[in-house]
């Protein structure tokens, strides 16, 4: 089989250097540390697949813009299929779900499958997962997916887990391990760029939203409890005024089967549009790029 394999930088891509962690200028060459390490680990699959290294970017996933993703978007949708069984991507995990997620939105249901890799270290501290991550996609390729968007990842102590990209949510602070939610796909067709200007906030107790200045974004995203509430008097205050400067205001997430609170009841009932059975990356990716979700 033949993949095309794309860098974007990120830990996968770096090594340590005067004690931090950065990437590695490749310099535009095609040859990949990354893919002679996995055949130096796992020499039977040299006669399995063949990679078409790319070396697109050369960043740390956390200083990722919505640009890049641009970029990223416009060099896969200019893959022509029929050259390649897959996509492999390898991509920092700071901003692996969000990535992901977008990717999703428009390649979920193409006849490509495209895989994220990402390494929780660089690759040559033996402890990295990097290697492994990219083993289970390439197996994952092997048995027969010929289409969606994957996560493979292990987190500590765990063998490699399959993520949807749909499905994986953000590492929690203090770790480095990734997990699904069962939301459901959302997909688009056309990509027109990431245009939009969202803000997400989060709800917490005391929360105060009084200093947002509403007309300096088309769409406000709030990360609700896990059972679909917020603070109504405080999102009171933030509905006023977004209505005076025409942002919509979303909330992610909903189970669509859930009884609601009255809490969640009375923010329908002051124009918040719920986002129903999406990780809150998800809902961003659609909301920055204008892609209807319900």
């Known amino acids: 089989m033949k993949a095309l394999m794309i860098f974007t930088g990120g830990t996968i891509a770096s090594t340590i250097s005067d004690n931090a962690i950065s990437p ?48 990223i978007v416009s060099r896969l949708l ?22 992901a997620n977008m990717l999703s939105v428009f390649f979920g249901n193409k006849n490509l499958p495209v895989f994220v890799i990402a ?9 990295a997962n ?10 994952t390729l092997l048995n027969g997916v010929t289409s969606g ?40 067709d056309e990509f027109s ?15 105060d939203y009084s200093f947002v200045d509403t007309k300096c974004f088309d769409s406000i995203l709030i990360e609700l409890y896990h059972g679909g509430t917020t603070d109504v008097d405080v999102l009171k205050v933030l509905v006023e005024k977004a209505r005076t400067s025409g942002t919509e205001i979303y909330a992610a997430s909903v189970k669509s089967e859930n009884t609601l609170y009255e809490s969640t009841v009375e923010l329908q009932g002051l124009g918040v549009k719920f986002l129903h059975d999406l990780t809150l990356e998800t809902a961003y990716a659609c909301l920055l790029s204008g892609v209807e979700t319900d």
């Open 149 to 188: 968007v994957y996560v493979p990842y292990k987190n500590e102590g765990e063998a490699v887990r399959l993520h949807k990209g749909y499905q994986i949510t953000q590492s929690q602070i203090l770790g480095s391990s990734f997990y699904s939610l069962p939301s459901r796909p959302v997909y688009c």
């Open 78 to 99: 200019s893959v022509d299929d029929k050259n390649y069984d897959a996509i492999f991507i390898a991509h920092g995990s700071d901003t692996l779900a969000y990535f």
């Open 130 to 139: 990097g290697l492994e991550n990219l083993k289970c996609g390439v197996d």
């Open 24 to 71: 590695i200028d490749n310099g535009g060459g095609s040859k990949s540390r990354l893919v002679d390490m996995f055949f130096d680990l796992y020499p039977k699959y040299r006669e399995k697949i063949k990679f078409e290294c790319e070396f697109l970017l050369n960043k740390l996933s956390e200083n990722m813009k919505p640009s890049d993703w641009e970029k």
């Open 119 to 127: 390494s929780d270290r660089v690759l040559e501290d033996k402890r």
């Open 193 to 207: 760029g990431f245009k939009k200007r969202v803000l997400i906030l989060k709800s917490y107790v005391g929360a």
